[in-house]
């Protein structure tokens, strides 16, 4: 038990080194008018290596996080995570989530998903304060999704890298590399 709590630790590590990343590049790039938005990569660690009562707390954690770094509702993500989470986690203990194309088959549609949802609540709730046009919106989803597929590969070999530095690797998964 004490063994998950610190797993659920690096992996909330890793997140925010993640989402400090993502948020200075970001910062660069935007100024050329392209933002890359990539929640669905941060459940995928969890629901990796983590139970559901931590898995969950650490996708909600993060959601929160990232809805400071992009000024979303407070919740948006938190809330969105938390469900991807408990979908991933019911989707990889039914297939072999060792192979690449598993876990970008979850993240691909999860991204795709909390960016309609988001587009459609900042149209519907926004006071006009966040100008993102349909032409903008497709630009940056397509940007954010040409950039997602090798990070949603890269994150969880990220993830798995940080719980090495720890001895956190549960038993069975260094031979399953």
Do not use: C
Request: no cysteine; aromatic share 14%.
């Amino acid at each position: 038990m004490q063994k998950q709590n610190k797993t659920a630790l690096v992996l909330l590590g890793v997140n925010l080194v993640t989402i400090i990343l993502l948020g200075s590049l970001n910062s660069t790039i935007g100024q050329q008018g392209v933002f890359l938005y990539l929640p669905a990569l941060f459940f995928l660690p969890g629901v990796l290596y983590l139970d559901n009562s931590r898995g969950i707390p650490l996708a909600f954690v993060t959601g929160l996080l990232i809805d400071q770094q992009i000024e979303t509702p407070f919740g948006f993500h938190a809330f969105a995570l938390s469900f991807f989470h408990l979908i991933g986690s019911n989707w990889v203990r039914g297939v072999n989530y060792r192979r690449d194309f598993v876990t970008l088959s979850l993240q691909l549609p999860a991204n795709l998903l909390v960016f309609v949802l988001w587009f459609v609540w900042i149209k519907l709730f926004d006071n006009g304060q966040m100008q993102w046009t349909l032409g903008r919106w497709f630009i940056d989803l397509i940007a954010s999704t040409l950039v997602l597929v090798p990070l949603a590969l890269w994150m969880p070999r990220f993830a798995e890298s940080a719980l090495g530095i720890f001895h956190l690797i549960p038993e069975g998964r260094e031979e399953a590399r």
